[in-house]
């Protein structure tokens, strides 16, 4: 079966030689360069240690220094998988989501057709710069100069050129050559006329600005109209058989040549732009052709570089743009392979600001380029209040479902670990007197020395108290994790006395959704803070506690511990606005206020002493489970001691 060339061709520049060879080879990291696509590794047609097989990602070629295999994407799958030209095409080709032609006899003579139709592009180029540099040209030169601040160098590098109002200047210019009229309509070039005339020029009135493949063949024009009343302000060619706007970006070939020697690719949003950063020393730059960008220039930008850079305005439309461009690659985010975005300032482009402010300008606007987690989340908080559960909620929803479009499941961890770091910063402000923050920031994984905890008897009887059910809370969520849902918003506003306690709390809820919060604890603020808290005497003997994992008791318990220490914050505070308002002339309302928080200290102590019902105190001070005193008096009353501690006979 006979393929057409173009189809080869194709295929060959959307499939990643590394990628392909990436999956029979361990890649030498020491020796290769991934950013420019050179890439060493022991050879897999020989047995060797060295990593003497080398892969050059860019020209699509490998080639081996011991045995000297060579060849490309196509002849690699057909010596590793045994398999035919025609098989190894299919893998190829399924892989790259592109559909074999069905076989065609005539494949060389279409061939021949996309290579006619690539000369008529050149000639179509050759007369509009003719006409740029022509009488007919003076506005544009003036506005390229004057408005663009391109010079005449700029404009041969560039190809630039200019088609002239007028129905079919083009036209009979190639009609003249000698070339097909079909060939001209084929080429995008002009359009049949619907009142059954001579055809007409696609393009008239408007700056003209090629777009070539990634090997330098013209396939398409971009025109940018020189009346302001225009309809269309830019105007790409027509998809023909040489020009997919969807698989295409501008200046990709010499774009893709500067990310090789290390610059950072950069997506921006038109011709302009793009030739405004190339000539400020920003080589590594493309466009997408007139839409946003499709999953497959996204591909095509990652076997440029592994993380573009997408540079867009600063306006409304501009971060639409971002955020259409987050949603299409989640789904498509491999280890490695991601975005950053650099958003402009004051609603300028990058060709404004280049031209306003110079090249170290725009450079500090890459260097500050944020991850595409961060702009995900700004997304799903912009404009928004979070001041209720019921919106907090809903904001978790959102970001979750964001989530799990990702399909590397390593990426989505990290994805929802970024995101919980930063829903803490929100909903988490700093804290006066934590450990670990600074000027506002959280330090990720701050190493904190516990010391001997602060005298409890050194406070007063109720900071004391408080303190202590503070602590039962953050060990009873320690040891059973699986109830921070329920419990995450009261734990989250209970007030800690004790600066530890606030430290465990901080920490513990910035991490309640990861697999392991406790070990999350650990590592952020050592084994022995964790462990000093459950060693606590009162601690240790809460039920909660000595049955890690019993979701009932737990829940049970943090019910009761977080009621309580509501009830007792809402009752000093109501004594200190009590006394406060006695300091004036006393009357009813202030002692009825007086009456009411001594019946809610009541019930207080009633609570306390149902509390303390289920344990004694021992001749040491310290608290005993009743039912486990009571075991224990049972069996020393079967022994019978004055036999050396053996069983009382019955």
Same mark, same amino acid.
């Given at each position: 079966?006979?393929?057409?060339?173009g189809?080869l061709?194709?295929?060959?520049?959307?499939?990643?030689?590394t990628?392909?060879?990436?999956?029979?080879?361990m890649?030498?990291q020491r020796?290769?360069?991934?950013?420019?696509?050179?890439?060493?590794?022991?050879?897999?047609f020989h #047995?060797?240690?060295?990593?003497?097989?080398?892969?050059?990602?860019?020209?699509?070629?490998?080639?081996?220094?011991g045995? #000297?295999?060579?060849?490309?994407?196509?002849?690699?799958?057909?010596e590793?998988?045994?398999?035919?030209?025609?098989?190894?095409?299919?893998?190829?080709?399924?892989e790259?989501?592109?559909?074999?032609?069905?076989?065609?006899?005539?494949?060389?003579q279409?061939?021949d057709?996309?290579?006619?139709?690539?000369?008529i592009?050149?000639?179509a180029?050759?007369?509009?710069?003719?006409?740029l540099k022509?009488?007919?040209?003076?506005?544009?030169?003036?506005?390229?100069?004057?408005?663009?601040?391109?010079? /005449?160098?700029?404009?041969?590098?560039?190809?630039?050129?200019?088609?002239?109002?007028?129905?079919?200047?083009?036209w009979?210019?190639?009609?003249g050559?000698?070339?097909a009229?079909?060939?001209?309509?084929?080429a995008?070039?002009?359009?049949?006329?619907?009142r059954?005339?001579?055809?007409?020029d696609?393009?008239?009135?408007?700056?003209?600005?090629p777009?070539?493949?990634?090997?330098g063949?013209?396939?398409?024009?971009?025109?940018?109209?020189m009346?302001?009343?225009?309809?269309?302000?830019?105007?790409?060619?027509?998809?023909? /058989?040489?020009?997919?706007?969807?698989?295409?970006?501008?200046?990709?070939?010499?774009?893709?040549e500067?990310?090789?020697?290390?610059q950072?690719?950069?997506v921006a949003?038109?011709?302009?732009?793009?030739i405004?950063l190339?000539?400020?020393?920003?080589?590594?730059?493309?466009?997408?052709?007139?839409?946003?960008?499709?999953?497959?220039?996204?591909?095509?930008?990652w076997?440029?570089?592994?993380?573009?850079?997408?540079?867009?305005?600063?306006?409304?439309?501009?971060?639409?743009?971002?955020?259409r461009?987050?949603?299409?690659?989640?789904?498509q985010?491999?280890?490695?392979?991601?975005?950053?975005f650099?958003?402009?300032?004051?609603g300028?482009?990058p060709?404004?600001?280049?031209?306003?402010?110079?090249?170290?300008?725009?450079?500090?606007?890459?260097?500050?380029a944020?991850p595409?987690?961060?702009?995900l989340?700004?997304?799903?908080?912009?404009?928004k209040?979070?001041?209720?559960?019921e919106?907090?909620a809903?904001?978790?929803?959102?970001?979750?479902?964001?989530?799990?479009?990702?399909?590397?499941?390593?990426?989505?961890?990290?994805?929802?670990?970024?995101?919980?770091?930063?829903?803490?910063?929100?909903?988490?402000?700093?804290?006066?007197?934590g450990?670990g923050?600074?000027?506002?920031?959280?330090?990720?994984?701050p190493?904190?020395?516990?010391?001997?905890?602060?005298?409890?008897?050194?406070?007063s009887?109720?900071?004391?108290e408080?303190?202590?059910?503070?602590?039962?809370?953050?060990?009873?969520?320690l040891?059973?994790?699986?109830?921070? *849902?329920s419990?995450?918003?009261?734990? %989250?506003?209970? %007030?800690c006395?004790?600066?530890?306690?606030a430290m465990i709390r901080?920490v513990?809820?910035?991490?309640?959704n990861?697999p392991d919060p406790?070990? %999350?604890?650990e590592m952020a603020?050592g084994?022995?803070?964790?462990?000093?808290?459950?060693? #606590?005497p009162?601690v240790?003997?809460?039920?909660?506690?000595? #049955?890690?994992?019993?979701v *009932?008791?737990a829940?049970?318990?943090?019910?009761?511990?977080?009621?309580?220490?509501?009830?007792?914050?809402?009752?000093?505070?109501?004594?200190a606005?009590?006394e406060?308002?006695l300091?004036?002339?006393a009357?009813?309302?202030?002692?009825?206020r007086?009456?009411?928080?001594?019946?809610?200290?009541?019930?207080?102590?009633?609570?306390?002493?149902?509390?303390?019902?289920?344990?004694?105190?021992?001749?040491?001070?310290?608290?005993?489970?009743k039912d486990?005193?009571a075991?224990?008096?049972a069996?020393?009353?079967?022994i019978?001691?004055s036999?050396?501690?053996k069983?009382?006979?019955?």
């Open positions: 079966m006979s393929l057409p060339p189809f061709d194709e295929l060959r520049t959307r499939t990643s030689l990628q392909v060879v990436g999956r029979k080879v890649w030498d020796k290769s360069n991934q950013g420019k696509g050179d890439m060493w590794a022991p050879c897999p #047995h060797e240690k060295t990593a003497s097989f080398h892969v050059d990602d860019r020209k699509g070629y490998y080639y081996c220094f045995c #000297h295999a060579k060849g490309d994407a196509i002849s690699f799958v057909k590793t998988e045994n398999v035919e030209f025609m098989e190894a095409i299919r893998i190829l080709a399924d790259a989501g592109m559909k074999i032609p069905e076989r065609d006899p005539q494949a060389q279409k061939a057709r996309r290579t006619q139709l690539a000369e592009m050149e000639m180029v050759q007369h509009f710069r003719l006409m022509s009488g007919a040209g003076n506005t544009a030169r003036e506005y390229l100069k004057n408005k663009r601040g391109l010079d /005449e160098t700029a404009w041969d590098r560039w190809n630039i050129g200019f088609a002239p109002e007028g129905w079919q200047g083009l009979d210019q190639l009609i050559r000698g070339v009229p079909d060939l001209i309509i084929a995008g070039l002009a359009k049949p006329s619907n059954g005339g001579k055809p007409y696609t393009f008239r009135n408007r700056i003209m600005f777009i070539r493949d990634a090997r063949r013209c396939i398409a024009f971009g025109g940018r109209a009346d302001p009343d225009d309809n269309a302000k830019y105007l790409n060619s027509p998809e023909t /058989e040489l020009f997919d706007k969807g698989r295409s970006l501008y200046n990709h070939g010499p774009a893709r500067a990310a090789g020697k290390g950072a690719l950069i949003e038109g011709y302009m732009d793009v405004a190339a000539e400020g020393g920003f080589g590594a730059s493309v466009a997408p052709l007139g839409t946003a960008v499709t999953e497959n220039q996204l591909q095509l930008l076997r440029i570089a592994d993380e573009p850079i997408i540079a867009l305005d600063g306006d409304t439309a501009g971060l639409r743009a971002a955020m461009v987050i949603d299409l690659a989640l789904p985010l491999e280890a490695g392979k991601s975005l950053r650099a958003i402009m300032p004051d300028k482009d060709d404004d600001l280049i031209k306003s402010k110079g090249r170290a300008a725009v450079q500090k606007v890459l260097d500050q944020m595409m987690v961060q702009l989340w700004q997304r799903e908080i912009e404009g209040v979070f001041d209720s559960p919106r907090k809903a904001l978790d929803k959102s970001l979750k479902e964001k989530i799990l479009l990702i399909k590397d499941p390593s990426i989505r961890k990290h994805y929802g670990q970024a995101i919980n770091d930063m829903r803490w910063q929100l909903f988490r402000p700093q804290r006066g007197g450990a923050q600074r000027k506002g920031k959280w330090n990720a994984r190493v904190v020395v516990t010391k001997t905890k602060v005298s409890m008897l050194a406070a009887e109720g900071a004391v408080h303190r202590l059910r503070e602590a039962v809370v953050l060990a009873v969520a040891v059973t994790p699986e109830i921070l *849902d419990f995450e918003y009261a734990i %989250e506003g209970m %007030e006395l004790d600066p530890e306690n901080d513990l809820l910035r991490y309640a990861s406790r070990a %999350e604890v603020l084994l022995e803070a964790v462990e000093n808290l459950l060693r #606590h009162y240790a003997i809460t039920p909660a506690v000595r #049955h890690p994992g019993d *009932d008791i829940r049970l318990t943090l019910s009761e511990e977080l009621a309580k220490l509501k009830t007792e914050r809402g009752l000093s505070a109501e004594i606005e009590a406060e308002d300091l004036g002339v009357d009813e309302a202030v002692t009825w007086l009456g009411q928080a001594a019946e809610a200290r009541n019930n207080a102590i009633r609570s306390r002493q149902e509390d303390n019902a289920e344990y004694e105190v021992g001749d040491n001070g310290a608290p005993i489970d486990e005193r075991a224990l008096n069996l020393t009353d079967n019978d001691f036999r050396g501690g069983p009382r006979r019955g």
